[in-house]
């Protein structure tokens, strides 16, 4: 995005993560699946910053969580190991992880704008305007909305309508309703938060096959599940940390065959599938050796492969809390639009990430992992992960927050709003389910109503 202004650290996800269209960012990389545990959504006063009780619960959302899976077609076993629920006793604060796994879709089914297409296709009550971008909202009383629209060069229009589902992103949903003026809730805008990473280690891999075997991705059917060393609830409230995971981010050669068809499926999903002719040219040559060891790990063992000659990353994130002075600011210049975001990491994401780093790292035999360590960054670099929340936070009054439980705009109740935007708080990880869980349950309220 060009215009943003940076009140202090880059965020990388403000620039290269967003985009408009259907299926969202969905067009662009696959979004982990990943549900939330009872914990993510308490208040933690042992935190020296604030992370507020959320107005829903994990039981709220676990019947939009099965109906979200359904939708994208996860199979009976993915829903099984998602949706089930660690035991983690408030005792365990001596014990700093526990095991949990994210799940990536087949790469057929990972862009959801091939499934939104279908669905509009079907229906006759659907007007898909690709060409408009929704500019302001003017509400007239409850029931009463009008949507103004901009196309090519002056071309303006309007939509007249009963109730207005925000569905732009996170920084789409904060520029509407900046611009329309519908929430007078000083939290509008602020509370913006990410998922902080951290790079704690690098180390090779002396025995492939026995990395795989302990620490691999594995698949079910056509989907991989990544498994994720997550912070226990009770060792956070013990060192009075944030919640944070550790995980392996696996960096191939570039010229590897894996690297290659890694690419080459991801392009697919985008909808733009491409193989070089330099890059099928290093298939035929190095193909058979890889893939056969590949095809051994996939077919046997259930695992994705990790090639010997790999390096193989420590990652550590980190959640954010909502800060207050953590904002978007959509300002008008002229007749450009600039965005001012005041993002930063502060000392809390720092600690966490020192404490849980060398207490998962310690706790690891690395000999029987097959791994070595190779260094630990004297001075680690962080970055965000693209996991753009708040900014129209969730609270029971208007003062507190932006939406109410069912997601309407206090003080413009036909203004829906849907989104990770809506988080009072971060939670450990991937927000992709939740948001749409959060979803799914506040349009079926609408429609009740």
Known sequence: MSGVIFDKARHDGVSNGWTTGLGGTTQLWGGQLWAWEDYEFEERPYLDVHAPRWPVTRKDLQEPYETFLRVVGASARIRRELLSTPVLEPSDAEDSVYTKYSAWLPWRKRNFYRHLRRELAASGRVTVLADRIATRIETHGADRAIVLLEGAGADRSSVECRHVVLAAGTLGNIGLLQESQASASPWLGRGFMDHVSGRYATLTVK??????????????????????????????????LLSAFAHWDVELPKASSYAILREALRSAQRGVPRLSGVDAVQLFRRAPRELAFGGYCAAVLRRRPVPGNALVHLQVEMEQPPRFDSSVRWVSDGGDRRLHVSWDIG??????????????????????????????????????????????????????????????????????????SVFPSGGVANPTMTAAALALRATAAMKDR
Do not use: W
């Not at 302990?214 to 060192?239: D, I, Q, W």
């Not at 992992?369 to 190779?374: E, H, I, Q, S, Y």
């Not at 609270?395 to 003080?411: F, Q, R, S």
């Open 347 to 420: 000392k809390e994401e720092m600690e966490a990430f020192q404490q849980f780093g060398a207490s998962f790292l310690d706790s690891l035999d690395l000999d029987e992992l097959g791994l070595d360590l190779v260094a630990r960054p004297a001075d680690p670099e962080f970055r965000d992960t693209y996991h753009m929340m708040g900014g129209t936070r969730m609270a029971a009054l208007e003062d507190e927050g932006v939406v109410t439980e069912d997601l309407t705009v206090h003080g413009a109740p036909n203004i829906l709003v849907t989104g990770a």
């Open 207 to 240: 025995d492939p096959v026995r990395f795989v075997r302990a620490m691999g991705a594995r698949y079910s059917g056509t989907s991989l599940l990544t498994p994720r060393f997550v912070m226990r609830p009770g060792y956070a409230e013990k060192n009075r």
